[in-house]
T-cell receptor, first 112, second 113 residues
Framework: GNSVTQMEGPVTLSEEAFLTINCTYT??????LFWYVQYPGEGLQLLLK?????DKGSNKGFEATYRKETTSFHLEKGSVQVSDSAVYFC???????????FGTGTRLTVIP | DTAVSQTPKYLVTQMGNDKSIKCEQN?????MYWYKQDSKKFLKIMFS???????INETVPNRFSPKSPDKAHLNLHINSLELGDSAVYFC????????????FGSGTRLTVV
């Protein structure tokens, strides 16, 4: 079946620290992979995506590379800001499946 | 203009009541969804509709009934509300067969007392 496993949170970092949130997946075939972000009190927003192996998705200083050999899609940012404090969700979809499978979410808190 | 709008944003109601949550998207997407987010932030799909046709119906009590009058609307009606229904419910939409991800509404926080 299809599933996503994310690192447990919460994660607390100081401003300008390096961020990594691990995500691995299980899927048949070639899924598309996504990172969504949920700011306090808001809905989920698409942060970045990658649709095939070795693609790198990037947005707002965040990056993630689709690694088929390790079935991973780890989220990274070189220097986090207080405004990055949110819950981050890794997700996968299969073309035509009409369903996004989400990880459990990782809460990030960035302190000044 | 809000792409996916849900109403109400907050809903507090007593056990046993019947309530509805409305969702509308103005993106021209063919597919709409309802997700439930529990207190631990875990997201689970409930329903998926494509052009008013039910595509996915996960293991959800039949007290939950989605209704799609047209492809821009997907409402969620809940009968005989229970304490365990308290959660945040998210509506989302997407284009069918494309991997652009989903656009989510801002959520409806349902509290059953």
């Amino acid at each position: 079946g299809n599933s996503v496993t994310q690192m447990e949170g919460p994660v607390t970092l100081s401003e300008e620290a390096f961020l990594t949130i691990n995500c691995t997946y299980t899927a048949t075939g070639y899924p598309s992979l996504f990172w969504y972000v949920q700011y306090p009190g808001e809905g989920l927003q698409l942060l970045l995506k990658a649709t095939k192996a070795d693609d790198k998705g990037s947005n707002k200083g965040f990056e993630a590379t689709y690694r088929k050999e390790t079935t991973s899609f780890h989220l990274e940012k070189g220097s986090v800001q207080v405004s990055d404090s949110a819950v981050y969700f890794c997700a996968l979809s299969k073309t035509g499946a009409n369903n996004l499978f989400f990880g459990t979410g990782t809460r990030l808190t960035v302190i000044p | 203009d809000t792409a996916v709008s849900q109403t109400p944003k907050y809903l507090v109601t007593q056990m046993g009541n019947d309530k509805s949550i409305k969702c509308e998207q103005n993106l021209g997407h063919d597919t709409m969804y309802w997700y439930k987010q529990d207190s631990k932030k875990f997201l689970k799909i409930m329903f998926s509709y494509n052009n008013k046709e039910l595509i996915i119906n996960e293991t959800v009590p039949n007290r939950f009934s989605p209704k799609s009058p047209d492809k821009a609307h997907l409402n969620l009606h809940i009968n005989s509300l229970e304490l365990g229904d308290s959660a945040v419910y998210f509506c989302a939409s997407s284009r069918r067969g494309e991997d652009y991800g989903y656009t989510f509404g801002s959520g409806t926080r349902l509290t059953v007392v």
